[in-house]
């Protein structure tokens, strides 16, 4: 039997005999006292997890209860909250009582955040200050604090669990959306536990393993690559409210940490600390072999092999298990022992392949011996998947048809990525090479290039905008504009950045969609139906041409837009060529 059909049918046949309340129960009374979570100096136990999920359990069966139309339908919670206990002990409380979580991203603003909300009918919205200016455009459900709901809750009472159904919907994670509003994937707790097992099991998680949880709880890498695989293998984990490069190091030695999920940029960012305090030629004299370290593992996506490579010198680790996947999970491949490292890993199903814009499979890369792509446009196409019967995990878009059919169409499951396929021997390598011009991947998170287009558009002197993702030096991608000018106005930086600031004060702006370059253009190229060619200004990006373009940019700690000058493009390529990343620029 082939290997995917294995861990198929071994996830399918060790999953669906329980849900994730079972599974807590089965945990606290293995590992009662054992702790499984650590937060800001304070520790719970597998026992007092399980009873503060209940507490919450017997909270959202009150409401449930109570509502005025007598509606048994599962309870509609949307969590807005930063990390901390209460929000994990709320999911698994809304595990119990058979309750759908909607995991509402904090950068979620104004009227984006008062859609979502509105399209997923809450019942009740439990944020960290209900003060908040994010929070204005919300109406519909109650707003209740997480942290004052958990302490109000009744510490007593009789187990309450309904029966669960595995492959209902249980947790809500936003992703982008093609047509600007963010798509909500819908996990089952089917899902979670299958992916739990199979990181659990991939990477072999022991019992004694602690695990370090630094991206956003709404974010589904700590519920897939963290928290699930935790409660599979029986560990623990510490739990930071938001992440710290500066941090890394003291959680790792004083909490014993042995393993972490993350994203390309997080990481990039700990490896430079750890290279500013100790140097370059000093974070492996200093760490490696320092006895309070017991880190052996990395488990995560976008980052770069350079990244890797020092990770495992300065730590004195195993591996590094770099991800290709998504919130949607119908195409994961892992970067094993022995793979190509500049790869994201072997392809295990047939079914996984690279389509061109018509539809047609691309074909297999050809690389010089410098690993160089020769046959760039025949070989780089879509990452997609043929449908078959195996389609464990995506069960769709949450009230959106229209997503989820746009994404089975002509057969097959289109991932919006781009890649290739590098063939060694008998084995397949996918290479990922960035996002199709519908979507930006920045940090960790899918967004929609539409909907910054849309922001940018409402400045007054825009005439027309487009954005796309460019070539980032460490991981992912940057947010890049292009944009013309109405006649008569000239391009204002100063002017344009207070605009975007105001738009993330009271617009409804995500920070992160904020463009790192801008490139003003006379006109842009278009087809015979006034379409705007975005591929050639994505193929271009911020590299110099003969054109009378201007281009602008920022970096962290700027407070205004600065021309994008052969001396910043100097120092840009030399970060490129730093991370291993150079080709991007050629």
Known sequence: MPASSLRTNLVNKSVSLVHLGTLLRLRAAVHGDRTLLVFEGES??????????????????????????????????????????????????????GSIIFGLNTGFRGQILAQLVERAELDVLYVRDPTEAALASVEGPDVEVLADAFAEAPQAGPPLERRIVPRAPFLVIYTSGSTGLPKGVVCSQLKLMGAGLLTAWRVGLRSTDRGYISMPLFHSNAWFLGIMATLIAGGSFVVRRKFSARGF????????????????????????????????????????HDPRNRFRL???????????????RYLGMEHVW?????????????????????SVGRIRQRSVTILDERGNDCAPAELD?????????????????????????????????????????????????????????????????????????????????ATVARFTSEHAPVAQAVAFGAPAPVADELVMVALRMREGCSFEPQATWDRFQEQQSRGGMDPKWMPDFIRVVQRFKETE??????????????????????????????????????????????????????????
Not at 547 to 552: K, L, Y
Not at 556 to 574: K, N, Q
């Open 369 to 449: 011996a410098d690993g160089n792509l020769l046959n760039y446009d025949a070989a780089v196409g879509e990452i997609c998947r043929k449908i078959d019967a195996d389609n464990l995990f995506f069960d769709g878009y949450y009230k959106n048809d229209g997503a989820t059919s746009a994404k089975y169409r002509g057969g097959y499951y289109h991932s919006g990525d781009l890649g290739y396929i590098r063939e060694v021997g008998r084995r397949r390598y996918l290479y990922f090479e960035g996002r199709t011009n519908d979507w930006i991947r920045k940090d960790g998170e899918n967004f929609s290039a």
């Open 529 to 586: 139906t006034n379409k705007i060619l975005v591929g050639p200004l994505k193929r271009r990006h911020f590299s110099p041409d003969q054109s009378a373009d201007e281009i602008w940019f920022r970096q962290r700690g700027d407070t205004c837009y600065r021309p994008f000058t052969e001396e910043a493009r100097g120092a840009m390529r030399e970060a490129f060529e730093a991370n291993g990343r150079g080709r991007l620029l050629d």
């Open 298 to 312: 990395a488990h995560g996506n976008g980052a770069t092999a350079v990244d890797r490579k020092k990770l495992v």
């Open 44 to 97: 719970w136990t597998y026992r007092e997890t399980l009873e503060n999920a209940r507490r919450f359990a017997r909270v959202f069966e009150g409401r449930r209860r109570a509502r005025p139309d007598g509606r048994d339908a599962p309870l509609r919670i949307g969590l807005y909250d930063e990390n901390r206990p209460e929000y994990f002990f709320a999911v698994l409380g809304a595990a119990l009582s």
């Open 249 to 288: 190091e003291d959680d790792l030695l004083e909490c014993g940490i042995t393993w972490m999920n993350y994203v390309g940029q997080p990481l990039h960012y700990i490896v430079k600390a750890l290279e500013t305090k100790h140097g370059a030629d000093g974070v492996e004299r200093a760490l490696a």
């Open 322 to 342: 770099e991800l290709y996947g998504s919130t949607e999970a119908a195409i994961t491949t892992v970067v094993e022992p022995g793979d190509p490292i500049e």
